[in-house]
């Protein structure tokens, strides 16, 4: 199974620009998400179509399954 955490800015413009990380680890916390944005708005690392991000909007972690199928 694949993890990806999802984590949504709302920008200059206040429109969401998200940003995903994929492969995380098994014991992510809400403190460390919470850290981790925050330290990506005062540092402004990215920015996007509308401008910087400004302040925190949600984030989530997405668990992705896959089976693959024989089709030949």
């Known amino acids: 199974m694949s993890k990806t955490l999802s984590m949504n800015f709302l920008n200059e413009e206040g429109r969401i620009t998200a940003l995903r990380l994929n492969n995380l680890k098994d014991a ?8 981790v944005m925050d330290i990506i708005i005062s540092k402004n ?19 992705r399954e896959s089976t693959a199928l024989s089709v030949k």
């Open 45 to 63: 690392i990215f920015s996007s179509k509308g401008g910087d991000l400004k302040v925190k909007d949600s984030a989530a972690i997405i668990n």
């Open 28 to 35: 992510v916390t809400d403190l460390e998400v919470q850290g």
